[in-house]
Each structure stands twice: as structure tokens, then as C-alpha cells.
């Protein structure tokens, strides 16, 4: 009993910090890879000239709920919650709403890295820009709907996004920043879909990235809800 005791003193802290490290390390990798290799999603902020991804800024989770502090907003928070789309659809949703921010701030967005692999090696939120090889991007309206795989495998990603969102093909190794992917152009062997959205912070909206299904902007709200209601 005394040689167990020693052994749970030594390897307790060990034990707690790895615990904490894993928390802390979900915290800021948000939830934007789809399973399987369907693609990832990048959101980030604008304000004025400057720009910035929400995975590089002051995050604190709890449970499906996110508070997002930076400078560039200053006193303002961004909030997101984050829930898997119920079953047989396979993605997720998120809704983001927000207090105290500039009035200049915009919303960008993006998405691609479809090959259907899945990487355990990814552990940060970038978009794979090797992943983005053999991409192809459709758009109508505020959705897309992207295309990859083999052809006679041929698999696809659909988004559905807020109304108003300016959409367009861009360069995935650009990923500094927001605007420099937003800005980067079409010529590259890595295109993803990145798109700018004038936001005003009393509005909810929503982000949509799913398989296995068919919705519309006007569903999500209640899309949204059941998806909540099953992640608590």
C-alpha cells in the first residue's frame, strides 16, 4: 500500500497536467475540420485594414460555447456556439453573435481541403493547402457546394452561409491573414472559397458545413436549435 501511495503522489501532477494541457489545447483548436477529409473552415474578423483569424486570438470555451476577446475589437467579444448537425447529416453548425464591437467590423470566412483523407496530423486550423489540389468549387448565392475524389468516387461538401456573403476563389497558401487570403486571387494550384460578410453585432448568424443533407439560410435558425438541444 505505501509503494501505491508513493507512485499516486508521484504520478498525480503528471496526470493533471497533462489533463489540463488537453483542455487548454481544445479550447483553441475549434471544431472547423469536417470528418473524413470533407474540408476545413477558417472565420475570421475585419476591422478597417487590419484582420484577424479567431483561431489566433483569446479563447475561452465552455462546452459548445465560445467567448473570442481580441485587441482588434478592443472591450468587444464575439460569441460562438459551435454543435454537430443531428443525424443522418454529417457537419456541423455555428452561430455567432456578439457585443461591443466596432462598427466597421466584417465577418470573413473560408473553406476547402477536401480529399477525403483523414489527417491526424492536422492540429491547428489551416486549411491544407496540399488537400486543396483537386478541388472544385460551385457557388450560387450565399452556398457553395464542393467537389473531390476520385471520379468515379466523386464526393461532396456544402455550405450554407449568411445572406450577402461576396464570395470568391482564392489562394490557400495566403493564409496570413483574413484579408490576405481574401485579397490573395485565383491564380494558385490551392483554391479555396473565401468571402467577406458586412455583420452588425446585434445579428445572429449562421455557418452551415454539412454532408448528408439539403438546407436553406431561412432553416438554420431551427436547425441550429436541435443540434443544441442534442450537444447539451
Known amino acids: 500500500m505505501k509503494k501505491i501511495s508513493q507512485f499516486v503522489r508521484l504520478i498525480l501532477p503528471l496526470a493533471l497536467c497533462l489533463v489540463f494541457t488537453s483542455l487548454d489545447g481544445l479550447a483553441q483548436a475549434l471544431p472547423f475540420h469536417l470528418p473524413k477529409g470533407a474540408g476545413s473552415f477558417r472565420l475570421g474578423v475585419v476591422c478597417g485594414e487590419e484582420s484577424r483569424w479567431i483561431d489566433e486570438c483569446n479563447i475561452k470555451q465552455e462546452g459548445v460555447h465560445y467567448t473570442i ?4 475589437w478592443k472591450g468587444g467579444k464575439l460569441r460562438l456556439v459551435v454543435c454537430p448537425l443531428p443525424a443522418p447529416a454529417v457537419g456541423f453548425i455555428v452561430k455567432v453573435e456578439g ?16 480529399n477525403g483523407v483523414e489527417d491526424p496530423a492536422v492540429k491547428d486550423n489551416l486549411i491544407p493547402t496540399a488537400a486543396c489540389r483537386y478541388n472544385v468549387h460551385s457557388t450560387e448565392g450565399n452556398a457553395f457546394t464542393t467537389y473531390y475524389g476520385a471520379s468515379m468516387r466523386l464526393r461532396t ?34 483554391h479555396v472559397i473565401a468571402a467577406l460578410y458586412e455583420w ?7 455557418f452551415c458545413l454539412f454532408q448528408r443533407a439539403d438546407y436553406n439560410y431561412f432553416m ?13
Open 220 to 232: 438554420l435558425p431551427e436547425v441550429f436549435e436541435k443540434a443544441y438541444k442534442n450537444a447539451r
Open 200 to 206: 452588425e453585432e446585434k445579428e445572429a448568424c449562421y
Open 157 to 190: 461538401t456544402h455550405g450554407v452561409m449568411p445572406i450577402g456573403s461576396e464570395m470568391r476563389l482564392s489562394d490557400g497558401h495566403q493564409q496570413s491573414s483574413p484579408l490576405a487570403l481574401y485579397h490573395s486571387g485565383k491564380k494558385t494550384d490551392a
Open 99 to 114: 457585443e461591443k464591437l466596432p462598427q466597421e467590423l466584417q465577418l470573413c470566412w473560408a473553406f476547402g481541403g477536401c
Open 69 to 72: 476577446k481580441d485587441n482588434l
